[in-house]
Structure formats: structure tokens, C-alpha cells
């Protein structure tokens, strides 16, 4: 016998679509509904059951003549004072169910119990009925632009297409039934469907979510692209997710603790959560084709069935509300970190209030920027110290990190029945700021600025310069800028939100500190303006105007966009160039500049707009002296002095004849020889350190399999004015091994310069670097004359306020050629 059998009513139905309100149709015909068969009528003009005033108003019998074990009516009440502000729980009519050896049970029908009108509003369904359609899930990778956010909700709530489900359970199953008689009362309503379960269970009660592992054993479909759904035909399931594919063994020998794994991008293995009723079949589906079925008590009792093309296994331990707290291991107080937990087989378990995969591991441009991280596979909850939720029973997998001085923490731990309380450590291994160096990010995008804050907590760092900026005709964190820094309770973390000014061709700048805006943000069209719009500004005047606002100018993502930056450089408009990513374009191009005898700090940014990049990911670590207070005014103040160095992860120490980086080394005119020490040291493995002198390698110690430490000391003949700098990275330093974020942009740390000059000022001159930087200037007053969109003369008054806008635009480049032509004019050289 089927698990659930329809009846026909056919021979008593007596009402037909009319009687529903216009324009709210509901399905007929044979239906499944909440994976449940019903025979609905099929004709539009009688094909329901109806009660009350101006339908049956005498009582109805519908013969069953069998056992079951409950009876299942689709039904609904055609009007109800409760949307006028009527009582709840008025007795509609009476279900009497007669067994066949006379006795009865009668059941009351009660509006907002048993049944409801159908629409019902937000927040009234019924107490003992539930909605025709099951909860399911959006469009997993398509849709309407306007349900960007719902769909991040991964979850959509059943509304009745027609009818409220109720199940009468019947406390006598062996008994045969043999009738169901209606009592109707005064208010109108209609039966659509009967159906008998024969199944011990309860058809409409949906237990818990549990686990599921499911497994393609054939090569071919396990190494498609991600492409799983899963389908339960009385339940739900979640979005399937691929699991890790290295086991957990390797997951904790790996060295980047803390800091995600590769993405397995793989259809196979994957887990989904089930929540179902006993009778309910499971099917796994790839690329819309059936891959396997299963019943699910099957599941639940073998936990583990074996379909020939999939393995759907019940890999739910059972589980526990834990407390977890995460501690400094010297001081026992809590620390903001960011953790992730998970089974042996990878399935995340996050603390409550955080995602298990942020943004359904799909990109998160200006989406969800905030309170959690994805690092590859791994999805991260920025916490405070401590959290909860859910984790599973035995062993869990933590996994720990808070930046780059404390050693992440990756173990196993056991979660016994009935613990609710965890405890974590966290070893600091260096302190810098007890150093005084204090490390900051010059360049996030989308936080606000509490989220910026517990973000650089979690990370361990001082400083988050979060930038407002235009997007084509998007404008960002707006709401944001005070001009003025935020700083925590303690001290320690600081949030300035300032400004990004950006052009799609001469260049972007970063203003630190800006007390005032400076417009306009962005210029020139897109990507960074507006449709259609024009060049207003240079990127010399956002900086002019920054400095006259005791700001500091840095140059992101050196060098590009790469048309203006030699001007600004050459009129010493920027002061500080940054590094967003390891290239070595990016590192020739910072040398070029050095070599041509302009004193550039070196800093690190992430220029962070996802949620697929940490904070501080690279990060500038700021000399502050003793007899000066950490402010937000000071850190920018030994940025600007040089004192620092970038750090993807190593952190890294240099000195010539003890001097800091950002100092200048006296020699005698005729030269000599210093001393130059640097050592790194990192919770990732380094390959190579090496001290540069104007680009190229002077000393070096490395390792072939990675070492926590090296170091490196030499003595250096100097002959001239030159530069020296410290760098740490992978093998051969130029083969970085990549981090897991979205850019997969490389481990290494880099010192600004320590100057070294003869006797008097420092200066160094390369001509090539001259030649280059005129060739651009030149490529870029081409630009300005030639290509640049333009109001036409006399039909605006811009924002400068002069008559000659053509004229305004190409001053600081004419300043720039100029100040390169002394230099070389001074040298005696003729260009």
C-alpha cells in the first residue's frame, strides 16, 4: 500500500473557482502538495467541497472505510474577521470522525487553529495547519537585480498557493474509519482535498535540520564544476556545498593556519541539510540530471546509502549550544579574533549571528562587506572574544587567527554531550606595539565605521583608513566621514573615514585625514565617474588641497592607473606610495622612482571591497618614538618620515650602522663601509630575505622548505649615494606564495629605504628614470589636449573658479616638466 492515498470527492463537490477572491486562483486537479497527493476536482466549475452561507449549510459525510494513520484535509476559510480585528479561535465547523464500531471523535475547526483564510496576512498563520507549498530556497545563481538581498537570505518562507494542510493523527491506527462528517457552522469555507496517510508519522511535523554528505564516486562527475542541487519531496534542503577536498590531517598540517585553504570548486564531496519526515526520498541532481535517490529512513537508519552515481551519507553527530570563549594564553582576558569551527569532514559549524558561507561563496563587491570573511573554502566570524552557537558532538576543528603576532590556532577539540562551555588560547608571539611600531591599512572600502573597528580588532591592527569614493554613479560610505578619527575605548584602534579620489587615466590618490571633502571625488567617466562625465581635476589639486589640510597624500595601488603619478612625485606631492598586491612590476616600478632620488615611504593596503579580503591583510607598520603618543596625527606623521614597512604576513627588522628605516646614514665624502642587519620572522613560512641597494641584491639568506626565521648580516662597501631596504618572501623572493584571498596577492614584507649619503644632502639621479618620467608626463598633457571629455569653453564656471580651465589642467604637469629640467640642468645633463 502507498504511504499516502488520495481521496475522491468528486461525487459531493459543489463549488468551483468562483468562490475564491479574483484574481487569486488556486491549483486544481491532482495535486501534490507538501509532497502529498491530493485529488483535487478538476473541473473549474465544481472541483471544491464548500460550507456556510450561500454554499452547504447542512452537514456532510465523506466515506473513508479503512484504517489510517492520519487523515489529511486541504481546506480554507473563504473570509475571517480576524483581518477586521476579530476574535481568534472561533469554531468554524466540526470534523467528527466515526470509526467503524461506533465510536466518534470530534474535532472543533478553528480560524487561525485548524484553518485560515487564504491570503493570510504577514505573521498570522495558523497554530495547527500549515501552508500547501514547503519552504525553499531562491535562485541560487540568477535573478532580478532587486532581489540581490533576499537571495542572500538562502531561504524562502511557504506561502499557500490555495489551501492550509491540517492532520488529524489518529489515536487509534488499527481502527477502520468510516466516516468523516462536516458540521459546518456560520461562516464559509471549503474542503479541496482528503487524503489517507498510512505511515506512522506525522505528515506535517518537520523535525530538526541534519547533515548529509554526498559523494559522486565517479571520476567524471566528481570533477565537473560545482553544479549539485538536492531535492526532497516531503522536507527541505539547504544549498548543497563542496567540501574540502584534502582531508582533516592535512587541514591541520597545512601552514596557513588561520588563514583559509583552497576553494574546491568540485561537485564532489559536498553536504547539504535535510530536514524531513520519515517517508520522504532524497534525490541528488547535477547539472539538472538525476544522480541518485534515496528514501530517507534508509538514510537515517544505514547512514550511508549507496545509489550507484552518488552516496548520500548521515554524517550528523548530534550537537550542543556552546559557549566559546577565546583568550590571550598570557594575560587569560578575552581577545577579538576571528574564528571558524567545523566537523572532520568540513562542514562549517559558525557561531550564531555569522554565515557559514558568506554570500553562498559567490563574489561580494559592495555586498555583505562585513562581520565575516571568506578566505577560499573558509568562511570566518569576526568576534569579539567570545561567541555561540551550535557545534557538533565529538570532534570539531577550530581554527584561529589574529594577525600576524599571534600564532593561529588550528587543533582539534572534543565537544562531549551535554558541554556547553569552550575555551580557546591564543599565543601572542611578538608584541610591536610594545615596540612602538603600530600597524594600520591604508586603503578599505564598504565598512562602516563600527565594522571597520571590530574588523582591525579581529586582525590586530591600529589604523583603518576607510575611504569614501564614487563608483560611476554610486557614491560610498558618504555617511560616513566626520573628519575626524574614531577611536576605541582603549586606544588601540583607530578608524579615520576619508577619502579615495579617483580617475580612470591619470590616476587614483588616497587622502588621509581629510578634515573637509574634497571634490569633486572622482572625474573623467567611468569606471570611476559618472556616464558622460567630464575632467574637472587633477590629481595634484585633491593632493594640494589634502596638504593644505595637514593631510597625507598617498599613491594606491602604485602604479596605476599610470598617468599623473610621475608629476606628483616629481613636484614631491605624494607622500607615501602603496602596495596592494606582490608583482614584481610593482616593485620595479617603486625602485625606478627610488633610483631617481625621490624619497618615497613604503606603505600597505588592501584595498579591501569584499568580504574575500581580511583587513590588514597587507599592512603598514609605523615607527612612532617613544616620546610621542599614538594618535591617528602621529602615525601619519612617521609614515610620512619613512619609518615603515609592509607586511603581508612577515614581520621584518632592518638597520644600517643601527640606524631605522626612513633614517639617513652620514658617510664621509670619500665613502666606507656599513654594517646592514635584517632578520624576518612570520607565522608563515619565508624562503628568502634580502637587503637591496637601489633594487638589486647585496645580502641574502634563504631557506628551500620555508623557515619561521632567517636573518642576515653583511658588511657593505658604499661608494655613493644610494638607498638600502629590507624584503622577505618566497623562493627566490619573486615567487610569493600566495595568500587565499581573492586576489591570491603574495606573502612578503618590505622596509621603506634607509638613505646613505656621502657627506651632504642625499641625492641620487638615474637619467633613465628622468626620461621615463617626462614620457609620461608628455603622454598625459597629450591626453588632457586630445582625448579628455570637456565642457565646451564659456558654457560652465568650474569648481577652481578660473576662466582657462585647459590652462588649470595642465599646470602641474608644466610644474613637473620643469622641476625634472632643473634637476637634469643642474647635473649638466641635457635632455
Not at 233 to 239: E, L, M
Not at 359 to 380: A, C, E, M, P
Not at 614 to 634: C, N, S
Not at 647 to 669: A, C, E, N, Q, Y
Request: glycine share 10%; hydrophobic share 35%.
Amino acid at each position: 500500500m502507498r504511504d499516502y492515498v488520495p481521496l475522491s470527492l468528486v461525487t459531493i463537490q459543489n463549488v468551483g473557482l468562483s468562490v475564491l477572491p479574483p484574481g487569486r486562483p488556486a491549483p486544481i486537479g491532482e495535486q501534490v502538495l507538501r509532497g502529498l497527493p491530493f485529488a483535487i476536482g478538476d473541473d473549474p466549475e465544481r472541483c471544491f467541497v464548500g460550507f456556510g452561507p450561500g454554499l452547504r449549510r447542512e452537514e456532510l459525510s465523506i466515506p473513508i472505510g479503512q484504517a489510517a494513520q492520519t487523515i489529511v484535509i486541504a481546506h480554507r476559510l473563504l473570509d475571517s474577521p480576524i483581518l477586521d480585528g476579530g476574535p481568534v479561535g472561533e469554531t468554524v465547523a466540526e470534523y467528527v470522525f466515526r470509526y467503524q464500531d461506533g465510536d466518534e471523535l470530534r474535532v472543533p475547526v478553528r480560524d487561525r487553529f485548524e484553518i485560515s483564510v487564504v491570503p493570510t496576512d504577514w505573521g498570522q498563520l495558523p497554530f495547527r495547519a500549515v501552508p500547501d507549498q514547503t519552504d525553499g530556497l531562491p535562485p541560487r545563481y540568477a535573478g532580478p537585480f532587486g532581489e540581490a538581498g533576499n537571495r542572500q537570505t538562502e531561504a524562502r518562507q511557504a506561502s499557500p498557493r490555495g489551501y492550509f494542510l491540517w492532520a488529524w493523527i489518529n489515536p487509534r491506527p488499527s481502527a477502520p474509519v468510516e466516516r468523516l462528517t462536516v458540521v459546518p457552522g456560520d461562516r464559509r469555507f471549503l474542503i479541496a482535498g482528503v487524503t489517507l496517510g498510512h505511515r506512522d508519522e506525522h505528515p506535517l511535523a518537520q523535525p530538526g535540520a541534519r547533515v548529509v554528505k554526498v559523494v559522486l564516486p565517479e571520476l567524471g562527475d566528481a570533477g565537473r564544476p560545482f553544479d549539485l542541487s538536492v531535492e526532497v519531496d516531503r522536507g527541505v534542503a539547504t544549498f548543497p556545498y563542496a567540501l574540502p577536498s584534502e582531508t582533516s590531517e592535512t587541514f591541520l598540517a597545512d601552514s596557513f593556519a588561520g588563514f583559509g585553504e583552497p576553494l574546491n570548486a568540485r561537485s564532489s564531496p559536498a553536504y547539504v541539510e535535510i530536514a524531513a519526515i520519515p517517508s520522504a526520498t532524497v534525490t541528488v541532481k547535477q547539472g539538472g540530471e538525476i544522480r541518485g535517490t534515496a528514501a530517507w529512513a534508509d538514510v537515517v537508519e544505514k547512514r550511508s546509502v549507496d545509489t550507484g552515481r552518488a552516496r548520500i551519507e548521515l554524517i550528523d553527530p548530534g550537537r550542543n549550544w556552546i559557549r566559546t570563549t577565546v583568550v590571550d594564553a598570557d594575560t587569560g582576558q578575552p581577545i577579538p579574533c576571528r574564528v571558524h569551527f567545523r566537523s572532520p569532514d568540513g562542514v562549517p559549524y559558525q557561531p550564531h549571528g555569522h554565515h557559514t558561507h558568506v554570500n553562498g561563496n559567490l563574489g561580494t563587491w559592495h555586498l555583505d562587506v562585513g562581520g565575516d570573511l571568506r578566505l577560499g573554502q573558509i568562511s570566518y566570524a569576526y568576534v569579539d572574544g567570545t561567541c555561540q552557537g551550535w557545534l557538533p558532538r565529538g570532534e570539531v576543528i577550530v581554527d584561529v587567527a589574529r594577525g600576524f603576532e599571534y600564532d593561529p590556532l588550528r587543533a582539534r577539540v572534543t565537544i562531549q554531550p551535554g558541554q556547553q562551555e569552550l575555551t580557546l588560547r591564543l599565543k601572542r608571539w611578538t608584541n610591536l606595539n610594545a615596540q612602538r611600531w603600530f600597524s594600520g591599512d591604508t586603503h578599505v572600502h564598504f565598512l562602516s565605521t563600527q565594522g571597520s573597528h571590530a574588523e582591525a580588532r579581529g586582525e590586530d591592527l591600529n589604523v583603518v583608513n576607510l575611504l569614501l569614493s564614487q563608483w560611476g554613479h554610486l557614491f560610498t560610505n558618504t555617511e560616513e566621514f566626520t573628519g575626524r578619527p574614531t577611536v576605541s575605548p582603549d586606544g588601540q584602534t583607530i578608524v579615520y573615514a576619508t577619502q579615495e579620489n579617483r580617475q580612470h587615466f591619470l590616476g587614483h590618490l588616497t587622502l588621509l585625514g581629510l578634515k573637509e571633502p574634497v571634490m569633486p571625488w572622482c572625474s573623467d567617466g567611468p569606471s570611476e565617474a559618472e556616464m558622460g562625465g567630464t575632467l574637472e581635476i587633477t590629481m595634484s589639486d585633491w593632493a594640494d588641497q589634502c596638504h593644505r589640510q595637514g593631510g597625507t597624500v598617498i599613491l594606491p595601488h602604485l602604479p596605476n592607473p599610470n598617468g599623473e603619478p610621475a608629476a606628483m612625485i616629481a613636484t614631491g606631492r605624494v607622500d607615501g606610495v602603496e602596495m596592494i598586491r606582490f608583482g614584481r612590476y610593482n616593485q620595479l616600478e617603486y625602485y625606478r622612482y627610488l633610483n631617481g632620488g625621490y624619497r618615497l615611504p613604503l606603505v600597505g593596503g588592501t584595498d579591501k571591497m569584499t568580504s574575500e579580503v581580511p583587513v590588514g591583510l597587507y599592512r603598514t607598520y609605523v615607527y612612532i618614538p617613544p616620546d610621542e603618543e599614538f594618535t591617528y596625527a602621529t602615525w601619519c606623521k612617521n609614515l610620512t618620515a619613512g619609518r615603515t614597512f609592509l607586511s603581508g604576513g612577515p614581520i621584518i627588522g632592518f638597520t644600517v650602522d643601527g640606524h631605522r628605516v626612513g633614517d639617513t646614514v652620514k658617510l664621509p665624502g670619500n665613502g666606507g663601509t656599513v654594517e646592514v642587519e635584517a632578520h624576518a620572522e612570520s607565522i608563515f613560512p619565508i624562503h628568502t630575505l634580502q637587503i637591496v641597494r637601489q633594487g638589486e641584491v647585496a645580502a641574502s639568506s634563504e631557506s628551500a622548505t620555508g623557515a619561521r626565521r632567517l636573518s642576515v648580516k653583511a658588511k657593505l662597501k658604499i661608494e655613493a649615494d644610494t638607498w638600502l631596504a629590507a624584503r622577505a618572501g618566497g623562493p627566490g623572493y619573486f615567487d610569493a606564495v600566495p595568500h587565499h584571498d581573492v586576489w591570491s596577492r603574495g606573502i612578503f614584507a618590505h622596509t621603506s629605504p634607509i638613505y646613505v649619503t656621502l657627506g651632504g644632502e642625499w641625492s641620487v639621479f638615474d637619467p633613465a628614470t628622468a626620461s621615463y618620467m617626462l614620457t609620461l608626463i608628455d603622454g598625459s598633457l597629450t591626453y588632457l589636449r586630445e582625448l579628455s571629455p570637456r565642457y565646451p569653453d564659456g558654457t560652465v564656471t568650474h569648481h577652481h573658479g578660473e576662466a582657462d580651465h585647459q590652462a588649470y589642467l595642465e599646470r602641474p604637469f608644466l610644474e613637473a616638466r620643469e622641476a625634472i629640467h632643473r634637476r637634469l640642468h643642474q647635473l649638466g645633463i641635457r635632455h
